[in-house]
Nanobody, 124 residues
Framework: QLQVVESGGGLVQPGESLRLSCSGS????????IGWFRQAPGKEREGLAC????????TNIDASKERFTVSRDSTKNAVYLRMNDLEIEDTAVYYC?????????????????WGQGTQVTVSS
């Protein structure tokens, strides 16, 4: 079955940056649209960004405040989420997810396969 794995989370101070990675196990990520989501304790899962198999993308401006960028590196079979100028409010578990749909979505229900998440903690 389709499996994705996130990595790159950690503890950072406000104003610092992180790049999260999403990789596929036993398949090519460039055949799928990949979404990035996050979930803080007690909150619903929130869509952040999505990139299609062809490199077109969506970004949730309300959540990212124009600080997040999604990209692909097909040579590494990976999708990235670059997060700049992180704030305390960005603290959450971050997930990548895959769908066979051609168009991007920021809705949880549109994605079929989910990673286990990677923790991002922004604190002084």
């Amino acid at each position: 079955q389709l499996q994705v794995v996130e990595s790159g989370g950690g503890l950072v101070q406000p104003g610092e940056s992180l790049r999260l990675s999403c990789s596929g196990s036993g398949f090519h990520l460039d055949s799928y649209s990949i979404g990035w989501f996050r979930q803080a304790p007690g909150k619903e899962r929130e869509g952040l960004a999505c990139i299609t198999a062809y490199g077109l993308f969506l970004t949730n401006i309300d959540a990212s405040k124009e600080r997040f960028t999604v990209s692909r590196d097909s040579t590494k079979n990976a999708v990235y989420l670059r997060m700049n100028d992180l704030e305390i409010e960005d603290t959450a578990v971050y997930y990548c997810a895959a769908t066979g749909e051609r168009r991007c979505s920021l809705r949880v229900i549109d994605f079929e396969s989910w990673g286990q998440g990677t923790q991002v903690t922004v604190s002084s």
